[in-house]
């Protein structure tokens, strides 16, 4: 007998006298019971049940609640005809199956197994929250559920008014759920946005929300470019394994040709790694500039792959590689917004108390358009880097080793100027950046002047040497031990002591020199041809001093810390020599106030004696109110100073620094930095952030003002000011805006010294957002602000629908040339 039926009359032969009532175990739920024996009986509980002999029907009435192979059901009656086999639940039904998928109805008509059934003016509702609606719906096979007259949504309905259209929707005659497959059909639908149709589909499908990856057509692409004309990128995705994938896309270009691209993924249980790659054969290459490399092919192309394993759980290792046919293709054709790409082979390992990093990187920029050789770029070979912090104490204080060791080479030499304007103020003191890198030197190269009688235009009181061509190699050590000793008075004492040692090795090799300038220096003051090696050391001893004193309130509480550093050590060695790689950044603030080596990089060395002597200032609310600052100076008591100028080292007595961070409330915060000459007290350079929000708005402004400095061609106060604010309009909608804008100064490409302010970018937009769609629609202009290039204007448009499609669209409307 049909276990429906069993209990029912089971039940009924047991109960003393009408209404009877069964009553469910309170010492777990029937979920709980159901769910852990697959096997069980159906359980069954109500208020009343009614057995009609003349009629074979056997019903349950009143908060009815069944329990069956994972099944709940719920409603007001239920009948069991045991002539068709059939059972009837009725009146605020509601199903819940093994899946999690929920169902409610009017009216259910299911076989006793739960397998087949009709259900009348259903509405289902699965795990991730989407809805399926209908008039009446019939379940075949354990498997397929056909919805007559439905609708499919992942927008809640509204609770103020049930009623009311959901934002998105699927209407359609017949929706066909096929769970084997983990594919929804529709058959005669339309697609309604705020209950209002705006397209039609006689035939329409998607993956069911189960489904995490599925083979079909992804959202195409509409890009424009005036040497490419009008392109429509249509991909297709192919889900060939759950581990494994494959995308390709054809973009056909009006003058250009189809771009075909493909990306290839797979990952393992300790990694993955993807292959992608794109080509052409342009149609009509001399549609770019004549000076451009992109005339000079038909095919261009490029391959990249990039993968990241972890061996264990110190050690993990990567790769990222690009094979490009020439060095603008990419940019070009939209396939980055990168100026540059790195590859490298790389084997990283960490734990408490070590850090090992090596890796193979070579660079190539994506955006030098003049540059005669493509292979004029740099390449590490092998750079190393490794820390490691001693397990024991050494006199009671913590030992540690650093080392990083490097191989560079390049093709060309490279400089910049020691002022920024250098070329604007005398065209006769420009460095060249490389070669022929400057395109103001085309004329000169096409009349045969070699790169050394370039280079012989390079001083050293103008330019600065980062690179030489060649081949570079260095290896640096260096031994720090410190020590915090903390006395009776909370005085805290940290001596200190650092030995390190360098080694660089320099083949200087000019393959563009010819018989006729060998008697010129390529580098002429800067470094002469051939093999050289320089060894430098560096020993340092010092203490840091600070006392922190507490002083506590009923309000809340303060601490002063006076602050003290004295290093001692001889001067740098070889600074002015040493090609400059990776110390070319050096901003003096409180934040490397109390650093011992105040430089960015290796390749530059602090020494002489100096004092760092600064306060710092904290103090917190019982309100919430956080106050921070600190104020101080560097001072360089023997020795020669390695820094430049205008960097407020330079002086034997350092700029003054200082910054100060107010928080009178959580979500707001306000950072202020300035650095004062040391002698009138004058600006140098203000930088002030405000950011935070209250009620419907947030936003962030960078304020800055740097002082005019001649001696390194900054004739004229700098004055910036750049921020991003948003309004959130109601619980949905949100409207923003930023930019960029430079209010006095020396634009770089001004060929002189002017105040006219200018944008250097700008955009705004606004967006819709719920729990079921994503719309967004935002501006963006980027000025050029070198050569004569237009600005960049471009239009982003980005929507999701949740559990249906998402995507993002970017559009340049600018008329830029590359």
Not at 44 to 69: C, F, H, P, Q, R
């Amino acid at each position: 007998m049909p276990g429906i039926v069993a209990v029912l009359m089971g039940v009924a032969l047991v109960a003393a006298a009408p209404p009877a009532f069964a009553q469910v175990p309170t010492t777990s739920t029937m979920t709980d019971i159901i769910d852990s024996d697959p096997n069980a009986r159906m359980l069954l509980e109500a208020d009343e049940l009614i057995y009609d002999l003349d009629n074979d029907m056997v019903s349950a009435a009143g908060a009815v609640d069944i329990y069956y192979k994972g099944y709940t059901v719920e409603a007001e009656r239920v009948d069991y005809d045991q002539k068709t086999g059939k059972v009837f639940a009725r009146g605020n039904v509601k199903i819940t199956a093994p899946d999690k998928n929920v169902i409610y109805a009017d009216a259910v008509e299911l076989t006793d197994d739960f397998r087949d059934g009709f259900v009348n003016e259903l509405t289902l509702v699965t795990p991730d929250e989407t809805r399926f609606a209908a008039t009446s719906a019939e379940r075949f096979d354990e498997n397929v559920t056909v919805f007559n007259t439905g609708v499919y949504t992942a927008c809640k309905p509204c609770q103020e008014n049930p009623e009311k259209p959901p934002f998105w929707q699927i209407k359609a005659k017949r929706i066909i759920h096929n769970q084997e497959e983990q594919t929804v059909y529709y058959e005669d639908a339309s697609f309604e946005l705020f209950g209002m149709p705006i397209a039609y589909l006689p035939f329409f499908s998607h993956p069911d929300p189960t489904v995490k990856q599925r083979s079909g057509f992804l959202r195409p692409g509409f890009i424009y470019n005036k040497n490419l004309g009008y392109g429509v990128e249509v991909p297709y995705y192919f889900a060939l394994a759950p581990d494994y994938d494959l995308t390709v896309s054809v973009t056909p270009y009006t003058i250009q040709g189809p771009l075909g691209e493909f990306e290839w993924r797979q990952r393992f249980a300790k990694g993955g790694y993807l292959v992608r790659g794109a080509g052409i054969y342009q149609l009509d290459p001399d549609q770019f500039e004549p000076y451009r490399i992109d005339s000079q092919k038909e095919f261009r192309g490029v391959v990249q792959t990039e993968g990241l394993f972890q061996i264990n759980d110190f050690w993990k290792w990567g790769w990222d590689g690009t094979l490009q046919t020439d060095q603008t293709f990419m940019r070009t054709y939209n396939l980055t917004n990168r100026n540059e790409l790195r590859d490298q082979l790389f084997l990283t390992g960490q734990s408490a108390r070590n850090w090992f990093d090596a890796r193979i990187v070579h660079y190539q920029i994506l955006q030098d358009p003049y540059r005669f050789n493509e292979d004029s770029q740099p390449v590490i070979h092998p750079i190393i880097d490794y820390n490691y912090i001693f397990d024991e104490s050494v006199l009671g204080g913590r030992l540690s080793l650093d080392f990083n060791s490097l191989s560079l080479s390049r093709s060309d030499a490279e400089f910049r100027p020691l002022f920024p304007y250098a070329r604007q103020l005398d065209p006769d003191l420009g460095c060249p950046y490389g070669y022929l890198n400057n395109p103001s030197r085309l004329s000169d190269l096409s009349a045969g002047v070699t790169s050394a009688s370039i280079l012989a235009q390079a001083r050293s009181t103008t330019c600065e040497l980062i690179g030489v061509p060649g081949t570079t190699n260095r290896a640096i050590a260096e031994l720090r031990w410190e020590r915090s000793i903390t006395d009776s008075f909370g005085q805290v004492f940290t001596p200190f002591v650092s030995m390190r040692g360098d080694a660089y090795a320099f083949s200087v090799d000019d393959p563009y020199l010819s018989d006729g300038y060998t008697n010129i220096s390529v580098l002429n003051n800067f470094m002469p041809n051939g093999d050289d090696t320089i060894i430098r050391g560096m020993a340092a001893v010092g203490i840091e001093y600070r006392y922190p004193i507490l002083i506590s309130n009923n309000w809340g509480y303060q601490i002063v810390e006076p602050i003290a550093q004295l290093v001692a050590r001889p001067d740098a060695q070889d600074n002015a020599i040493i090609p400059n790689n990776d110390a070319l950044s050096l901003v003096f603030d409180d934040t490397n106030l109390f650093q011992i080596d105040k430089f960015s990089g290796y390749d530059r060395m602090d020494g002489g004696t100096r004092a760092n002597v600064g306060v710092r200032y904290t103090a917190q609310t019982e309100s919430g109110i956080e106050i921070g600052g600190v104020f101080g100076q560097s001072y360089l008591l023997a020795g020669d100073n390695p820094f430049p100028t205008g960097s407020g080292l330079e002086t034997d007595r350092s700029d003054y620094v200082a910054s100060l961070y107010f928080s009178p409330i959580s979500s707001l915060q306000i950072v202020n930095r300035i650095r004062l000459d040391e002698s009138d007290f004058d600006n140098k350079r203000y930088d002030l952030e405000v950011s935070g929000g209250y009620g419907a708005v947030s936003s962030s402004v960078i304020y800055s003002n740097i002082a005019a400095d001649p001696e390194q061609g900054f004739i004229v106060d700098r004055e910036e000011i750049q921020g991003v604010a948003k309004l959130k309009i109601d619980e949905n909608w949100s409207v923003w805006a930023g930019g960029r804008y430079e209010i006095s100064g020396t634009p770089p490409s001004s060929p002189q010294p002017n105040h006219s302010p200018q944008w250097i970018s700008n955009s705004f937009g606004f967006g819709y957002e719920n729990e079921c769609v994503t719309i967004a629609v935002a501006y963006q202009r980027q000025y050029a602000r070198d050569l004569d290039q237009e600005p960049d204007e471009r239009i982003t448009f980005r929507f999701a629908l949740r559990s249906l499609t998402e995507g993002k669209f970017s559009q340049s409307i600018g008329n830029r040339n590359d």
